[in-house]
């Protein structure tokens, strides 16, 4: 194991790694992972999902899916965003992604500062996915898979480049709902998206 990587788990404990893809955009779901790795089967290269490229970030998913003892992923929708609140939303997604394993673990390891509520013990870990592989392949599935749900939404709605901001509020999407209003994919709690529908109401 690396040196920079914390050891967290013996041969006789199966952990999971949880760690979650989009949290901040103005469209689109929040999407979880949880992920046990095969430490017989280590996958070499591991880190946060956010360092790496598009392509070693589509590369080490289907390792991931390969090598791994166990994994699974889970989703909150616009509408439990909506409804639940972002915070909220982004545990029941770690929730579900976890309920979701195959291999029931025995401990949880959650990326950041707070735990869903589980049936196994979890611990949370501040920038957990530069400090744990298991949560650094957590990260990797989350963020290709929901970036394949966003490059998805750009083929539905082509007049939006889903399929480049991934939803973010970048000048680029803000144009794009100035000029083609507001879809349903649309976080409406969300500013400055929420804003705009008020003034218009």
């Given at each position: 194991m690396d040196d920079h990587y914390l050891t967290y788990f013996t041969r006789d404990i199966l952990i999971a790694g949880v760690d979650e893809a989009g949290r901040g955009p103005l469209a689109g779901p929040v999407v979880a992972a949880a992920v046990i790795l095969d430490p017989l089967r280590p996958i070499d290269g591991l880190a946060d999902s956010k360092i790496l490229s598009e392509a070693k970030r589509n590369h080490f998913f289907k390792m991931i899916k390969k090598n791994a003892l166990s994994w699974s992923l889970g989703i909150s929708t616009v509408e439990e965003i909506d409804e639940l609140n972002i915070f909220q939303a982004t545990l029941l997604a770690m929730q579900r992604a976890i309920n979701g394993l195959a291999i029931l673990p025995d401990h949880a390891l959650i990326d950041g500062n707070?735990?869903?509520?589980?049936?196994?013990?979890?611990?949370?870990?501040?920038?957990?996915?530069?400090?744990?592989?298991?949560?650094?392949?957590?990260?990797?599935?989350?963020?290709?898979?929901?970036?394949?749900?966003?490059?998805?939404?750009?083929?539905?709605?082509?007049?939006?480049?889903?399929?480049q901001h991934k939803g973010y509020g970048t000048p680029q999407h803000m144009n794009e709902i100035d000029q083609f209003g507001i879809l349903s994919i649309h976080r409406r709690t969300f500013n400055p998206v929420k804003m705009i529908i008020e003034r218009q109401s």
């Amino acid at each position: 194991m690396d040196d920079h990587y914390l050891t967290y788990f013996t041969r006789d404990i199966l952990i999971a790694g949880v760690d979650e893809a989009g949290r901040g955009p103005l469209a689109g779901p929040v999407v979880a992972a949880a992920v046990i790795l095969d430490p017989l089967r280590p996958i070499d290269g591991l880190a946060d999902s956010k360092i790496l490229s598009e392509a070693k970030r589509n590369h080490f998913f289907k390792m991931i899916k390969k090598n791994a003892l166990s994994w699974s992923l889970g989703i909150s929708t616009v509408e439990e965003i909506d409804e639940l609140n972002i915070f909220q939303a982004t545990l029941l997604a770690m929730q579900r992604a976890i309920n979701g394993l195959a291999i029931l673990p025995d401990h949880a390891l959650i990326d950041g500062n707070c735990i869903p509520s589980l049936s196994i013990r979890a611990q949370a870990i501040v920038k957990g996915d530069s400090k744990v592989k298991a949560i650094s392949a957590a990260s990797i599935l989350a963020k290709v898979e929901r970036d394949q749900i966003m490059v998805d939404y750009h083929k539905k709605y082509p007049d939006f480049s889903f399929n480049q901001h991934k939803g973010y509020g970048t000048p680029q999407h803000m144009n794009e709902i100035d000029q083609f209003g507001i879809l349903s994919i649309h976080r409406r709690t969300f500013n400055p998206v929420k804003m705009i529908i008020e003034r218009q109401s």
